[in-house]
């Protein structure tokens, strides 16, 4: 059980256009998902919160226009990176949490590469 | 808010040897102490965790210590296998708001055949 997917793995798009990463949790429904962005040999930074039906919640520094969060469902929340240039090139990696527990779960992560 | 310390950065063992990560945290009201495993290119995976009513929690190989006056916790793997080569992360979850993790730097365990 708990597990999260993400959608693509990869994607490489050019500088000036908008990439979409899809997250999902496919066995429980998801009150609270986050967002972070992880450089190489780091830790996990947190971009944004979000919940279900509300405005994502974001971290100081990222961009709200930039990086744009979708809650729709339970189960289902995306990120658009927009304008995308060569420096959000990086791992983007969603996590969700379930209504009842402290736990999360994270996906497997997207790599983007912005050329 | 809250600050989590984690050590060692790198850490170095034998196949079979046993090996510790070490978590310091600042907020005396953190109350729930996630460990994940990320190996390379994946995306953290939960291995255990601990709440801070508990003293110790154990899963096979791997077990966790709390110490809520000193404000640390530990990750201890016995009988160590290439498998668990990754990187480590320890959390520290405060209660209310929206229990966002804080989390540590990271271990690089390498554990060598």
């Known amino acids: 059980g708990a597990v999260v997917s993400q959608h693509p793995s990869w994607v490489i798009c050019k500088s000036g256009t908008s990439v979409k990463i899809e997250c999902r949790s496919l066995?429980?429904?998801?009150?609270?998902m986050f967002w972070y962005r992880q450089f190489p040999k780091q830790s996990l930074m947190l971009m944004a919160t979000s919940n279900e039906g509300s405005k994502a919640t974001y971290e100081q520094g990222v961009e709200k226009d930039k990086f744009l969060i979708n809650h729709a469902s339970l189960t289902l929340s995306t990120l658009t990176v927009t304008s995308a240039h060569p420096e959000d090139s990086s791992f983007y990696i969603c996590?969700?949490?379930?209504?009842?527990?402290?736990?999360?779960?994270f996906g497997p992560g997207t790599r983007l590469t912005v050329t | 808010g809250e600050n989590v310390e984690q050590h060692p950065s790198t850490l170095s063992v034998q196949e079979g040897d046993s090996a510790v990560i070490k978590c310091t945290y600042s907020?005396?009201?953190?109350?729930?102490f996630p460990w994940y495993k990320q190996e390379l290119g994946k995306g953290p995976q939960l291995i255990i965790d601990i709440r801070s009513n508990v003293g110790e929690k154990k899963d096979q190989r791997i077990a966790v210590t709390l110490n809520k006056t000193a404000k640390h916790f530990s990750l201890h793997i016995t009988e160590t296998q290439p498998e668990d080569s990754a990187v480590y992360f320890c959390?520290?979850?405060?209660?209310?708001?929206?229990?966002?993790?804080?989390f540590g730097r990271g271990t690089s365990l390498i554990v060598h055949p």
């Open positions: 907020d005396s009201a953190s109350n729930y």
């Open positions: 996590s969700a949490r379930g209504f009842l527990g402290y736990e999360q779960y």
């Open positions: 066995d429980f429904q998801a009150t609270t």
């Open positions: 959390a520290a979850t405060t209660s209310g708001g929206s229990y966002i993790p804080t």
